[in-house]
């Protein structure tokens, strides 16, 4: 499956972005799709993850109450809808998929996931 990742740019702190991740090759209801990201000079950390309905998610607590996965599988999308953005969720930001189980240590952990995005830019200017 290719994936492909959109919607990054510069906002101000305080402002919001929608990320979106789109796939082709395979659908991706059967994966586990999750959002990493990596500022410069920093590791890779785990952001969010959703489960294969949609019924289950899964935050960093960077970024809990401020971040929220989704999506349709049926247009075969991901989306992260970001909000009271902070100067430190500057990065590139990454889609993944897994399709091993819904397990908390396995999700958060990106060698797991088999599939990435290019990856998109976020700035958050202060």
């Known amino acids: 499956v290719q994936l492909q990742a959109s919607g990054g740019g510069l906002v101000q702190a305080g402002g919001s972005l929608r990320l979106a991740c789109g796939a082709s090759?395979?659908?991706?209801?059967?994966?586990?799709m999750g959002w990493f990201r990596q500022a410069p000079g920093k590791e890779r950390e785990f952001v969010s993850a959703i489960n294969w309905s949609g019924s289950s998610t899964y935050y960093a607590d960077s970024v809990k109450g401020r971040f929220t996965i989704s999506r349709d599988n049926a247009k075969n999308t991901v989306y992260q809808q970001m909000n009271s953005l902070k100067p430190e969720d500057t990065a590139v930001y990454y889609c993944?998929?897994?399709?091993?189980?819904?397990?908390?240590?396995?999700?958060?952990?990106?060698?797991?996931?088999?599939?990435w995005g290019q990856g998109t830019q976020v700035t958050v200017s202060s």
């Open positions: 090759g395979r659908t991706l209801s059967i994966y586990i």
């Open positions: 993944a998929a897994e399709d091993g189980g819904w397990y908390y240590a396995s999700i958060r952990d990106g060698t797991k996931y088999h599939y």
